[in-house]
């Protein structure tokens, strides 16, 4: 996710009509072998994480009428649901809501009754839910199954956990307020009553009203600019849940990088935004579509947001909002994309109809990732940035232990807990390692391809479980179904799904030998208790590798940490002054080792690296390193002399963090981890989500909140 700024009048007509969803199809792709044939695909009845009815109702569409108030940081308008009926005698309609939202007044209007279309005010009340949500019970008039409801509610909500206002020191440019929206998992309950659970779709329009000077952008297919009136209008033509609703409005100006592809910034970083991508994005799309059938979405807009926003990126369909933060770092501004791109296809097409499968959209979208990468840049670069996030997985379950539950792929909630605390790298690369193994068992990764390419073609635009891709992989592959692949002692599917632990496949990944095998060796080269010599050194020159290189090195460094206190100097002598003028993923890197060798001679740098960045990405893994040492003071400094600077929810979090205050945000509460994760760089210790059990006897898995950066 992102924002970007742009001048009004140049939104008109950017983009264009779509072809109706229905309509396409993923056309020239080897389909699947004549089996038996696919069943009808129940929708869940049920989601833990939802207080909705959704199961007794279709959602056909629905509107959203918003004028955004940023003095007093508050969205007012309308919601307007299609809604029918499914069954005989449904009197009650309960929508996702949240405290912080405001209910002014609900009506109903039955368009299709014979002349009868006065609309008719409802009773409702706000029934508590849980710590993340509420839930609006709607008394309705006689309905019948089939026959179309309209439902008006009319309200006000102002700083629930989907809406972040920033004020203008908390932008790049500093001069105007900004204010984009964050709806994964179950955040934009706080924006709008909803259905707010994956296993609804439905299109939507809207229509946002904001002060001279602010451009709205929205995740939405098409869009204008009325300019007499002042009002933004947006129609996502293409069924999506709840969750993917999204919306920024700032000082945002754009800049076109291809056909169907534009980079939207403030204008004080739009330059260099547009630079970083031109050309980049069609490249990728072209590839993803020759591999996985056609984009379905129509624009592929980027919207480059403050350091503010709380994640580094979110497939929001039409328009991914990425950080600003991660602009310097250019290898991890391409996976980045590219991940969120392939959630074009899997996460955003096709859906985890629960949050409990989320791994089938984070791990097919990272295998996805990986088959772009592969084709684009090749397979030892691919395999590289692979080996990083792995090692970044084992990292963590060496902390966790063998019988984590969180290591698990399928998990299964308890009431209350939020979702997007299970948000975690076992979601990403375990989820990832399965698919892989599925390519694995296919026999050849041509033939996967064109079996992930059907798969989007017969479940687009739905929800899915991991049972329906599952059936769909036997039917498409009838042999292995007759090999009984799902109970390959092992390796069972139940086992992949069900099981803690270390993922039971890896792909080999022996083709980065090239890349990985220098950085391996150097490890050893400082592994040993003396500083090697500089005759040693001169062997291994870093200066020419690429950033995933440097990466993985200090990662492995700092699996080795401490170090003897000559070996630092060493070490520090030799390469500080390259990482100086790197970027900040090697640098936070680095100076997590400073800091967890309590190497003074460098604190400088861990001082002006958090003076400079105030972003959750590059502020928490720091500071977590610094308050279990020695160092915590410097931490204490900074943190006074930057806070002014950080988002009150970063406030907050790095409040605990340094103070153990206990103080957890209430309605802006921590941010979950959706689109693109932070990822590990190094071992970090401190906050290692565990599971733990409650007093109540329930599990509730903890996050792996804050582990480090980016992907
Ligand atoms: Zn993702």
New binding site residues.
């Given amino acids: 996710m992102a924002e970007l700024h742009q001048t009004p009048s140049s939104l008109c007509c950017c983009r264009k009509s779509l072809p109706v969803p229905r309509a396409q199809s993923a056309g020239g792709s080897e389909r699947a072998p004549a089996g038996p044939e696919p069943r009808a695909r129940r929708r869940p009845q049920v989601d833990v994480a939802s207080a909705s009815n959704f199961s007794c109702f279709q959602l056909h569409h629905f509107h959203l009428d918003l004028w955004l108030n940023f003095a007093a940081k508050e969205m007012s308008g309308c919601l307007v649901l299609d809604l029918v009926p499914v069954q005989l005698g449904i009197s009650t309609l309960v929508l996702d809501s949240h405290p912080s939202l405001l209910i002014h007044s609900i009506n109903c209007k039955t368009p299709e009754e014979d002349g009868h279309t006065e609309p008719v005010s409802l009773t409702y009340r706000v029934d508590p839910f849980t710590d993340y949500g509420s839930g609006l019970s709607i008394s309705l008039p006689d309905t019948k199954p089939g026959k179309k409801i309209q439902i008006t509610v009319r309200y006000t909500t102002t700083d629930g956990p989907a809406i972040w206002w920033l004020d203008p020191e908390l932008t790049c440019g500093g001069a105007r307020p900004l204010v984009f929206t964050q709806g994964h998992s179950v955040c934009n309950r706080s924006l709008f009553p909803c259905f707010d659970t994956p296993a609804v779709k439905s299109t939507y329009t809207a229509a946002v009203r904001v002060p001279d000077g602010v451009t709205v952008l929205m995740s939405a297919s098409q869009s204008w600019f009325s300019e007499q009136d002042r009002v933004f209008h947006f129609s996502m033509d293409f069924p999506v849940p709840s969750y993917l609703v999204a919306l920024v409005a700032g000082e945002l100006e754009h800049e076109d990088v291809g056909p169907r592809s534009r980079v939207w910034a403030e204008p004080c970083l739009l330059a260099a935004a547009a630079k970083q991508l031109d050309g980049g994005l069609e490249r990728w799309l072209a590839v993803a579509e020759k591999l996985f059938g056609p984009y379905l979405w129509g624009r592929c807009d980027i919207v480059f947001l403050p350091p503010a926003f709380p994640i580094v ?1 979110m ?1 929001n369909p039409c328009l991914t909002f990425i950080i600003a933060s991660i602009l310097e770092s250019s290898d991890f501004l391409l996976i980045d994309v590219i ?2 791109i ?2 074009g296809w899997f ?1 955003n097409a096709v859906t985890n109809a629960t949050w409990e499968e989320m791994w089938l ?2 791990g097919l ?2 295998y996805a990732q990986r088959r772009i990468t592969t084709q684009a840049y090749g397979e030892a670069f691919t395999c590289l940035e692979t080996v990083v996030r792995l090692d970044a997985l084992h990292r963590q379950l060496r902390l966790l232990g063998d019988n984590n539950p969180v290591s698990k792929l399928q998990v299964q909630f308890e009431p209350g807990v939020n979702p997007s605390t299970l948000m975690n790298l076992f979601t ?1 690369e375990k989820g990832f390692c399965f698919v892989s193994y599925l390519s694995e068992l296919s026999g050849d990764v041509k033939r996967f391809d064109r079996f992930l390419k059907d798969y989007i073609s017969e479940f687009q635009f739905q929800s899915v479980g991991a049972q329906d891709l599952i059936e769909f992989f036997l039917r498409y592959f009838p042999e292995l179904q007759a090999a009984a692949v799902t109970t390959r002692e092992g390796m069972e599917f139940d086992r992949w799904l069900s099981g803690c632990g270390a993922p039971p496949f890896e792909p080999d990944l022996s083709a980065g030998g090239a890349l990985i095998g220098p950085v391996q060796d150097l490890c050893d080269v400082w592994r040993c208790a003396d500083p090697p010599t500089p005759q040693t050194l001169s062997a291994h020159d870093l200066s020419g590798w690429s950033t995933f290189q440097v990466v993985l090195f200090l990662d492995r460094m700092l699996d080795q940490t401490p170090l003897p206190r000559d070996v630092m100097a060493s070490f520090s002598r030799s390469y500080s002054p390259l990482f100086d003028v790197l970027n900040a993923e090697v640098q936070i890197r680095w100076l997590q080792m400073v800091v967890r060798n309590t190497f003074y001679p460098e604190l400088p740098r861990v001082r002006a690296f958090l003076q400079k960045h105030t972003s959750r990405m590059y502020t928490v893994p720091l500071y977590e390193d610094l308050v279990t040492g020695v160092m915590k003071c410097v931490a204490v400094e900074v943190f006074y002399q930057t806070q002014r600077r950080l988002h009150p929810n970063l406030r907050r979090t790095l409040q605990q963090i340094l103070f153990q205050t206990g103080l957890v945000p209430t309605n802006q509460s921590c941010p979950p981890l ?4 932070f990822s590990p760089p190094g071992s970090s210790q401190p906050t290692v989500p565990a599971a733990t059990t409650t007093a109540a006897g329930k599990t509730a898995a903890m996050a792996l909140l804050d582990v480090n950066v980016s ?1």
Avoid: C, F, N, V
């Fill in positions: 990126a497939e991940h969120e392939a959630h996460g959209s984070e979208a990272t990403y959706p689109g693109t994760p992907a």
